[in-house]
């Protein structure tokens, strides 16, 4: 991997072009679309430059899940061996009320990753994204630490500003930078046009398994709410990834990358409640990976604008309630890259042909997001003794392995 700093003068390597129409690539976000499409587009000869904001790849993030088409990307990227062997392995989950007291307990599905023996692969985000990094190789230049400024395209070309390094030219930008995409707000405009908030708050951070754990998962619902905190240990149980979450009928005010700002107000929100909750937030004041975002969707009618492209989250954010986000990633890069291959680099067809791919699959997967809110809040319903529709109550896995499995791959 190519790596140059801010401090660090850019290698000259993305500006010679290969031959072949709309080469030099510069992707903006080495989360995890960004790397997955870096890998396919060295593969099929573009000269691919990543900048990614954090000053490297990004650390924390839930144990997110690898399914249905992203395992088949992923074997077909000669990972997925590599993916299955960092799994987190959990052995199942307990329910515990405000005094610790086991409510509900089961070996045979977990908050997180759904049932324990289905074929998905449960990863720590962080682990992913090293492993399609790595795959991707070290043909690909990396900018860390930087993030663009401007944007100016003309049929000839993108010309992009960086905070840091100076003013390039790309033939396309891609941007893969996540739920609040700087590229999106750069190319089509205020994030508020995009966004669609579902109405809560979710944090992960990781902090010692004090609670000695073993591949287990412990979640207490704060009484009265949809919402609360949970654990589980990871790395051998030499850790924990903690995730709180609540409910708040608005955006919250503060700056989503104002750590401090947000850190203050889950210790306001959650801090007075029962079990471990106050402990595990005494554990989020150091933690080096705090992150907390919205529950949200970005819906837009087209992911590209000329010379300009949206990937993953920064064009179809499902949410975390899809329990999709990864998959809607990995399985759109591949399909991106592909389509550009076919196209042999011609933009206008590629990018037309990979929404006419991709844009179902969006539409069912962020439904299904909406219809994992309404079966959590009936669940929380039901067990505070609610009268409720006991089938929307419990997750229904074969409506959502259908909806996984209805991007069928093409190949390029
Ligand atoms: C720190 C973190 C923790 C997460 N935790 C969870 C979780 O627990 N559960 C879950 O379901 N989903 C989580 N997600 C979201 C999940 O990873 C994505 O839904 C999914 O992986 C889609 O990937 P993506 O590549 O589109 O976006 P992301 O994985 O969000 O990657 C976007 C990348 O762009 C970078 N970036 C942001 N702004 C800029 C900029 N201005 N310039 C350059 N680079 C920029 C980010 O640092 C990041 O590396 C998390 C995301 C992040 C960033």
């Known amino acids: 991997m190519t790596t140059t700093t801010a401090t660090t003068t850019a290698t000259s390597a993305a500006t010679a072009a290969a031959p072949g129409r709309n ?10 679309g960004g790397p997955a499409l870096a890998y396919w587009l060295d593969r099929y000869g573009f000269t691919v430059t990543i900048v990614e904001a954090s000053p490297q790849l990004r650390p924390g993030g839930q144990a997110i899940d690898v399914r249905g088409p992203a395992l088949d990307v992923a074997a077909r990227m000669g990972v997925l061996d590599r993916i299955r062997d960092r799994r987190v392995r ?26 324990i023996d289905s074929p998905d692969v449960e990863i720590l985000r962080d682990d992913l994204c090293t492993i399609l ?27 992009v500003g960086f905070r840091h390094h100076p003013a390039r030219t790309f033939d396309l930008v891609v941007g893969a930078d996540g739920l609040h995409s700087n590229t999106r707000k750069l190319v089509f405009g205020p994030e508020a046009d995009y966004l669609a908030y579902m ?24 009484p009265g709410g949809t919402w609360g905190g949970g654990v589980m240990s990871v790395r051998g149980n030499t850790e924990c990834r903690v995730y709180m979450g609540f409910e708040s009928a608005d955006l919250l005010a503060c700056d989503h990358r104002d750590t401090d700002a947000l850190k203050r107000v889950l210790a306001d929100r959650l801090g007075g409640q029962g079990w471990e909750l106050p402990r595990m937030l005494g554990h989020m004041w150091d933690a080096p990976d705090f992150h907390l975002d919205a529950m949200a969707q970005i819906r837009m009618d087209s992911w590209s604008s000329g010379r300009v492209v949206l990937l993953g989250d920064a064009a179809y954010c499902a949410s975390p309630l899809s329990g999709q986000g990864t998959t809607l990633a990995i399985a759109a890069a591949y399909v991106l890259a592909g389509e550009l291959k076919a196209a042999d680099g011609d933009h206008i067809a590629a990018f037309a042909a990979y929404e006419e791919e991709m844009r179902e699959y969006v539409r069912l997967n962020q439904e299904l997001a909406y219809t994992n809110k309404a079966r959590v809040e009936a669940q929380a319903a039901a067990e505070l003794g609610e009268d409720t529709d006991l089938d929307t109550a419990v997750p229904d896995f074969q409506e959502a392995g259908e909806i996984i499995a209805s991007l069928v791959l093409k190949d390029y």
């Open 199 to 222: 109405g809560t708050y979710l944090s992960v951070w990781t902090m010692p398994n004090y609670l000695g754990l073993d591949r287990w998962q412990l979640f207490h619902q704060a």
């Open 90 to 115: 959990m052995r199942g989950m307990s329910m515990v009320d405000g005094d610790g007291k086991e409510l509900f307990s089961t070996t045979e599905r977990t908050i997180t990753g759904g049932e």
């Open 23 to 32: 080469r030099r690539v510069l992707i903006s976000g080495a989360g995890i």
């Open 133 to 159: 990094a790595e795959a991707a190789g070290p043909g690909i230049e990396y900018l860390f630490g930087d993030s663009l400024t401007s944007v100016e395209q003309d049929e000839t070309g993108v010309r």
